[in-house]
């Protein structure tokens, strides 16, 4: 849950890197909270019919800056431009390449946008906050 938090803080920040457990993390307490909320959008009534709802459409917008930046990020994390957010919107191929992307480990060290996150995780720079772990 730490990690979500964390995204939130950074609620704008497109600069840095993100580790994949940063990226992954933020995407899958997204999906849960989203899946929830459409779920409630059922039960009361405020469902519209075709997969989307109040709650979750409230969701969806209040996260989709924190969602841009930490994708962002992670692409800065594999030393690219945060342009390769784009990839995504060529149908299937373009979605595929994205995720994979996104889905490989980080540059070793630094590199153009910034210190490793790894290696500022290990040297205790995050030692003593809940959430951070060696992982």
Known sequence: ??????VLK????????????????????????????????????????????????IYSVAVLIPALAVTWRRLHDTDRRGWWILIGLLPV???????VILALDSTPGDNRFGPNPKAAESSGAYGTQPGYGTA
Not at 17 to 31: D, I, N, P
Not at 39 to 56: H, K, Q
């Open 10 to 57: 950074k609620y704008a920040v497109f600069s840095g890197r993100a580790r994949r457990k940063e990226y992954w993390m933020f995407t899958l307490v997204s999906v849960a909270v989203s899946v929830v909320l459409y779920a409630l959008d059922r039960v009361i009534g405020t469902d519209y019919g075709n997969n989307s709802g109040l709650l979750s459409g």
């Open 1 to 6: 849950m730490q990690w979500y938090v964390d």
């Open 93 to 99: 191929i373009g979605t595929i390449a994205l995720i």
